[in-house]
């Protein structure tokens, strides 16, 4: 049995300011972007699809990081591991974390790439299309980890993303050995289905090996095993996990541990706004209900609450007080 | 008679990127910040605030330039003079005043203080209180004037803010004089209850000797004039500008033009969210409606439309389409 943890959730994943605009569906076809999907660009398509780009709002983002930024916002006690360069951008996105409450000291990168950036097209239909330059962000390995910290997280939570880089995939998994020596939970999301496709056989021998707490949309699960039915999806990720989340939009998600499964349904939303950021909220209300015990339901409810207040808005981090939407009052 | 100009308008400020979030009132008396003003700091205090600062959206802003900005999305041909730092904010300041079609090209200033920002506070009500680092911005001078973009410019329109600089004053009065001797109108907006205070003598001298169209909102004019009756401050405003538009919050505006007198409604919008930028989006269709030759009323009517689009979001550069919304087709 494992120390009382001093965090309840430590993150792990790309720290990245997102830019986001308004854009019409033709911008997606003339700059050859895929319609609410995640592409790794380069410096210099980064820059030219910048210039290209409508006028703009920056604001903190990476998805791990939303996530904690979300669990803080509940009460939970958080910090997070990720490369920012010693620039404007990554000025902000640590002050922004901060301000979260959540602990982030791991040091800017000097004289090297600059932070990364997330250019966020969302067209009139809400979906996000997403072309990520990983700058510093992508430079996060080994050396990074601060190994007393993740021993001291009850829960590590680590985004698929970062599968897509050699140096910061070694980075994952030894934090996964880490937490594991130490009796901590381990969790994971898949979070993109072209990053699942590309590592499929890595992503299940992780889940499988290394993993506690799994978190997925249904067409990333749907991807990981291969299956256009839902149901075998499920089965199969009740053998792989002996936790997993699967949201599914306006579908709401479904909870499941061991035997036991539960549905959750969406919370309402007048106007859907822009969906950046609510898968990594959603994980941000489930991650809190399983630090503090709560029961399935109420687990899969706080995600789903997250998940809809950040949806009427633009970007991915939190504008009311989350304690307060949420009923949270200890 | 000037020739036919290729801008029609030119505006001239700090450029500044907003840093905007959320705060409750005793936030405000915690830090010593004037509610509902802008107050100048220096760049140690903008650290040390930010530092205590809630989590924050970066967007491009700046007086002068979010009116820019404005005029642009009307369909008006626009250009802009201010000064930035060769740093991540300059960058993102410059893409976006560039991406609503407004031509920018005052070179970013190296190896001196960086990019302005001003750090806005915006409490329960939707008031905005500002502390502004002015950094590079206020290092604009005579030397950054492009004498040829001012003299083809319909109008030159300045921004108050700028008074606070003696090196900036000089330039705004030379830019001023460029305009006249070209036959091209100048505008002025006052921007600040204290800067008035500060540099009311300046300012009456600049209004009665260089400006053809003033604006200003009603504390400003009465802090102009030195009267608490609107009435008073009007009559004094007639004789020393041709033309004039006071904003008056819910209460609508007020414009002048020589013996003519228009009052304009304030257009409804459900919830106001942040009041900034409300009164430089106002100029924006003031500006264009004089552009364009419009009747006084269409020119009070535009203004009032997108200072209603801004104040429904956080952040001072609209999100909506500002011709579809204002029912321009030409």
């Given at each position: 049995m494992a120390d009382l943890a001093k965090y309840d959730v430590l993150g792990i994943g790309n720290a990245i300011v997102d830019v986001i605009a308004p854009v019409e569906d033709v911008f997606l076809n003339q700059q050859n972007i895929t319609k609410a999907s995640m592409t790794l660009i380069d410096e210099g398509r980064a820059q030219s699809l910048y210039d290209a780009f409508p006028p703009a709002q920056e604001t903190s983002g990476g998805s791990a990081a939303n996530t904690i930024a979300g669990a803080a916002g509940l009460g939970a006690r958080t910090a997070y591991l990720g490369k920012v360069a010693n620039d404007d951008l990554g000025q902000v996105f640590a002050h922004d974390l901060r301000a979260t409450s959540a602990v982030f000291k791991v040091p800017p990168l000097d004289g090297g790439p600059g932070t990364a950036r997330c250019l966020i097209a969302v067209t009139p239909d809400a979906q996000r299309s997403m072309s990520t330059y990983l700058g510093a962000s992508s430079?996060?390995?080994?050396?990074?980890?601060d190994e007393a910290m993740i021993a001291d997280s009850a829960i590590t939570y680590m985004e698929?993303?970062?599968?897509?880089?050699d140096e910061a995939k070694h980075a994952f998994i030894r934090a996964a050995e880490i937490a594991a020596s130490a009796g901590r939970k381990t969790a994971l999301t898949l979070s993109d289905l072209f990053c699942v496709d590309r590592h499929r056989t890595s992503f299940l021998h992780l889940i499988q090996g290394h993993i506690d707490i799994l978190f997925a949309n249904e067409a990333e699960l749907l991807a990981l095993y291969q299956t256009s039915d839902f149901d075998t999806a499920l089965d199969n990720v009740r053998k792989d996990s002996a936790f997993c989340a699967v949201t599914r939009s306006e579908k709401g998600s479904v909870l499941i541990k061991g035997a036991e499964t539960v549905h959750i349904n969406a919370e309402p939303v007048?106007?859907?706004?822009?969906?950046?950021?609510a898968g990594d909220l959603y994980a941000a209300g489930v991650l809190y209900g399983l630090s503090k015990d709560l029961p399935l339901a109420e687990c899969g409810r706080l995600g789903s609450v997250l998940a809809a207040e950040i949806i009427?808005?633009?970007?991915?981090?939190?504008?009311?007080n989350l304690r307060d939407i949420c009923g949270i009052t200890r």
């Open positions: 430079l996060f390995g080994v050396k990074d980890l698929g993303y970062l599968f897509d880089k007048n106007t859907v706004l822009d969906t950046t950021g009427a808005h633009y970007g991915a981090r939190a504008e009311a």
